[in-house]
Structure formats: C-alpha cells, structure tokens
C-alpha cells in the first residue's frame, strides 16, 4: 500500500458531490479566458488586488475593486444575480475568498479565480496594462 492508497478514495458518489460541489464555488483561468469578451460572459471580472497592482496588469475587461473596498454603493449599478468572479494575485493570495466573502455577506453570487494572475500567465495569456 502506498502513500497514496493508505487513505481509502472517497465513493464515487461522495467523490461526484464533492468536486461538483467545488465548482459552485470557483473557476479556473482557461474557463474565463474562453469566454471573455464573447456574447456568452455572463460574468463580471473583478481584480480585488488594489489599483496599483491592477495598473501594473490585470484581466481583459475586469474591473479594479479592491476587497477592502467592496461594499454595496459600488454594485449598485449590477443587477442582483450578477455573478462576480473574483481574482487576486495567485493560489499564495487569499485576496479572492476575502472578496468573496464581501460579496456573499452583500447577498451576490460569486465565484472564486484560484490561479490569480499567476495561473493567467502560467496559461500563456496576456495582461492589460495600465
């Protein structure tokens, strides 16, 4: 038995409902990335990092709201099921579930960018900048 099977795999219906489940909650770069900017973006982007960082480089069309900053004056123009995504730094940042926090406590529905900048660079696309 080795390290990797000492520990029983989870059932595949417990295994189904688990990894299902964690897809309600984040997204990775190369599933917004293939929709940005197309009429299927259903999805707004938010760069929770703080407007220096997001000058430096950011996501296509994503808007510059810091974490510390999300509060409900500045949705108000967002319809209520508008879905956020949020991204921050990278997997090393937790930036992104502190917005997420923000905006499920504000009642939006949102999602988490675990890659952050780094997985959007690591997946070979580009960086707006300024």
């Given amino acids: 038995m080795s390290i990797v099977t000492e520990v029983l795999a989870a059932p595949a219906d417990a ?3 688990h990894f299902e489940g964690s897809l309600r909650f984040e997204t990775d770069c190369w599933d917004v990335h293939s ?34 900053k999300i509060i409900g004056s500045k949705l108000a123009e967002y319809p209520a099921d508008t879905l956020f ?8 940042c937790n930036g992104a579930a502190r917005a997420a926090i923000r ?8 999602k988490t960018m675990p890659g952050g900048v780094t997985g959007w660079l690591d997946e070979g696309f580009e960086l707006v900048r300024g």
Avoid: M, N, W
Avoid at 49 to 65: C, F, N, Q, T, W
């Fill in 15 to 17: 295994a189904l409902a």
């Fill in 103 to 110: 905006l499920a406590r504000l009642g939006r529905p949102v």
């Fill in 35 to 68: 929709v940005l900017g197309t009429p299927q973006q259903d999805f707004v982007v938010l760069d929770v990092r703080g407007s220096e960082k997001y000058a430096e480089g950011h996501l296509p069309g994503a808007i510059d709201l810091a974490h510390r």
């Fill in 85 to 92: 995504v949020t991204y921050c730094a990278g997997p090393h």
